[in-house]
């Protein structure tokens, strides 16, 4: 069993940075893939940045070069950092983790979200 507490969210005008940091507790850290999932309403909730098990780190194409997803295994955090927002960034993100390198498709434990709000 895995806790996830996402945190960090907020306001920020277009062009700012802010980092999501999802806190875990339970299972070992290192045995799970890790991913943050973007939610607007009225669309599907869609992977933006996903550090597998096994296979290299990808990001959503409208956000490679700004994101950047990370892990603190010592403090069991996994970070998302988010810089040169846009408005269409905004959202609520959510942390997940899994115990395959298919974080898009067996994302078992998730986080309790976060709003981000980027305004132009």
């Known amino acids: 069993q895995v806790q996830l507490v996402d945190s960090g969210g907020g306001l920020v005008q277009a062009g700012g940075s802010l980092r999501l940091s999802c806190a875990a507790s339970?299972?070992?850290?290192?045995?799970?893939?890790w991913g943050w999932f973007r939610q607007v309403p009225g669309n599907l909730r869609e992977v933006v940045a996903a550090?597998?098990?096994?296979?290299?780190?990808r990001y959503l194409d409208s956000v490679k070069g700004r994101f950047t997803i990370s892990r603190d295994i010592a403090k069991n955090t996994v970070y998302l950092q988010m810089d040169s927002l846009k408005s269409e960034d905004t959202g609520v993100y959510y942390c997940?983790?899994?115990?395959?390198?298919?974080?898009?498709?067996?994302?078992?434990?998730w986080g309790q979200g976060t709003q981000v709000t980027v305004s132009s």
């Open positions: 550090m597998p098990l096994i296979g290299r780190i």
């Open positions: 997940a983790a899994a115990y395959t390198s298919g974080i898009d498709i067996d994302a078992r434990y």
């Open positions: 339970g299972d070992t850290f290192s045995r799970l893939s």
